[in-house]
């Protein structure tokens, strides 16, 4: 008989600790939940693979579906529900975009009725994480703006720089 699905409730930025034991130690690594609440029985975090990372590389090599492991929280006070407003700048860089993309999906999520402005920055237009969904809010949502910035840029592309212009341009 298969197991129950658990009610996971969280609220969107907020983080959880994962508990591992890896060649006979006890680790433990924060993550911030990438995905939206409005998923009830499921959460997504997202890991970048360091090198010499032991747990972002444990989890890319041995991580499976169906695999247990024990999770702490969720707990944390960046979240838009306890800190609400009907216009909000969400600014990220790299992987630091997880809490801001949960607030995002979950404005998507609810439709609500909030001003959004995303600025991402990432090294490359290749590091950009979670640029397809980014752009399908922005193109279905028109109260998002996104504008994706690059430290380095490839031949052909047109891309923004964050500048004061930049910030200001988008909230009008």
Not at 77 to 102: H, K, Y
Request: proline share 5%.
């Amino acid at each position: 008989m298969a197991e129950q699905p658990i009610m996971f409730f969280f609220k969107p930025g907020q983080f959880v600790t994962l508990e591992l034991e890896i060649d006979s130690e006890q680790v433990f690594r924060s993550y911030t939940i990438s995905s939206s609440p409005s998923v009830p029985y499921s959460f997504s975090i997202t890991v970048k693979r360091v090198p010499g990372g032991k747990v972002s590389n444990w989890l890319h090599d041995n991580m499976s579906e169906g695999m247990e492991l024990a999770v702490h929280g969720p707990v944390g006070q960046f979240n838009c529900i306890d800190n609400p407003s009907d216009r909000v700048l969400f600014l990220s860089g790299g992987v630091g975009i997880t809490p801001v993309m949960s607030m995002a999906r979950w404005y998507f999520d609810t439709n609500a009725d909030v001003d959004m402005v995303f600025v991402h920055s990432a090294r490359t237009p290749r590091d950009i994480i979670f640029q397809r969904d980014l752009e399908n809010m922005a193109a279905r949502i028109a109260n998002f703006k996104l504008n994706l910035v690059c430290e380095r840029y490839e031949s052909g592309q047109n891309w923004a720089a964050i500048a004061a212009s930049l910030i200001t341009r988008c909230w009008r």
